[in-house]
């Protein structure tokens, strides 16, 4: 496929890095412009290239942005993107980050936002599952403990699409309906970044507390703003395992989960 990617952040420059194994072609882009992208580019075997053509005719479009820079998007930028091209937003909505965005604020699910900004269907994926994970952790079908990735859309087809894609990356796609139930993989629920199988992602999904997702994101996004950059990032899939009540006879977790609150008071 020819897979264009809005976005040269972390989750933006691990799909590349995917796609390009895989042997798509792949143009990414940011709100830069493409010559702040040679390292990337360098990293992962992209093409850079200018915003506006970064949609231009390709099989699938991939929006890694911040949610508050989605509206800042070109009006114009996909007037070349085919309609049966299928579109994916990676995207999470944190306050602290993006500012309030009335429409979410007010009960509106993330991704449906995003669609209406654009102004096209959009399949939510890649959202719950941090960058490290991602670009290290795929694995063979049938591995034991490959990593199960919801996916949710309104598009069927396109939804197929996308769920072949996660398949070959090495992760257990799991079909998470309608663009409308995405809420519960958003951040503040017990299956934001886990990194779950096959058999623990579907209780985690019916686990969701929609009215508790929002104070649950908020207030670990306080804490994650002190941790020090190089805190390492599986030890936080440990704390979100324990948290969502995965490996709590783990050892490990708990040592992740004191090493995270250690880490967090002392950046206070």
């Not at 143009?27 to 915003?51: F, M, Y």
């Not at 670009?135 to 199960?148: F, H, T, V």
């Amino acid at each position: 496929m020819k897979i264009g990617i809005i976005g040269a952040g972390n989750i933006g420059s691990a799909l590349a890095l995917h796609f390009r194994e895989l042997q798509h072609t792949v143009l990414i882009a940011n709100s830069r412009g493409p010559e702040t992208l040679s390292l990337v580019a360098g990293a992962t075997g992209a093409t850079p290239v200018d915003i506006l053509e970064v949609a231009r005719r390709v099989d699938l479009l991939i929006i890694a942005i911040p949610m508050k820079s989605v509206p800042s998007l070109p009006k114009d930028l996909l007037a070349d993107l085919p309609s049966s091209s299928p579109i994916i937003d990676t995207g999470n909505y944190y306050p602290l980050r993006d500012g309030v965005i009335p429409e979410i604020k007010a009960g509106m699910v993330e991704s449906e936002w995003t669609s209406r900004v654009l102004g096209r269907p959009v399949i939510k994926v890649f959202n719950n599952i941090i960058a490290d994970s991602l670009r290290r952790k795929g694995l063979p079908e049938g591995s034991k403990s490959r990593i199960a990735l919801p996916v949710s859309g309104d598009d069927e087809r396109s939804k197929q699409i996308v769920m072949t894609l996660v398949d070959e990356m090495g992760f257990d796609a799991v079909d998470a309906g309608p663009l409308s139930g995405s809420w519960r993989y958003q951040p503040g629920t017990p299956a934001y970044c886990p990194d779950p199988t096959i058999q623990q992602l579907p209780v985690l999904l019916q686990r969701a507390k929609r009215d508790k997702a929002a104070a649950n994101r908020d207030q670990a996004a306080k804490i994650m703003a002190r941790l020090r950059p190089d805190f390492p990032p599986q030890e936080l899939v440990r704390v979100a395992r324990l948290s969502a009540g995965l490996d709590i006879l783990n050892p490990r977790s708990w040592i992740a989960a004191l090493r995270f609150g250690f880490a967090a008071l002392r950046a206070a």
